[in-house]
């Protein structure tokens, strides 16, 4: 069993700048691969970045690249994204995921899913 926690969304105005945690607890995976999506109300979720197990490779979504940076901690099982110069677009309920392989280039398949975090940008 794997279970993804979110913590870190809120209410911020646009310009400001939030940093989302995902902790990872139970089973274990090696080479996993982590990354983000969201949601926006009435839209389908979408990509927003992901990271390989080493934290050498990552990809983001055009719409977020240069303001939002994704990280990992191994040694605390967590993956990190910090948002900058945000946008009332990007309000969103932010999604953890893990993928138990490595990552080829920039499409993955998620199989374990956190249950949320929103995120909320006033303008």
């Known amino acids: 069993q794997v279970q993804l926690v979110e913590s870190g969304g809120g209410l911020v105005q646009t310009g400001g700048s939030l940093r989302l945690s995902c902790a990872v607890s139970g089973r274990t995976f090696s080479l996993n691969t982590k990354g983000w999506f969201r949601q926006a109300p009435g839209k389908e979720r979408e990509f927003v970045a992901v990271i390989n197990w080493s934290g050498v490779s990552t990809f983001y979504a055009d719409s977020v690249k240069g303001r939002f940076t994704i990280s990992r901690d191994n040694a605390k099982n967590t993956v990190y994204l910090q948002m900058n110069s945000l946008k009332p677009e990007d309000t969103a309920v932010y999604y953890c995921?893990?993928?138990?392989?490595?990552?080829?280039?920039?499409?993955?398949?998620?199989?374990?899913w956190g249950q949320g975090t929103q995120v909320t940008v006033s303008s």
């Open positions: 995921a893990l993928d138990p392989g490595p990552l080829y280039g920039s499409s993955w398949s998620p199989t374990y």
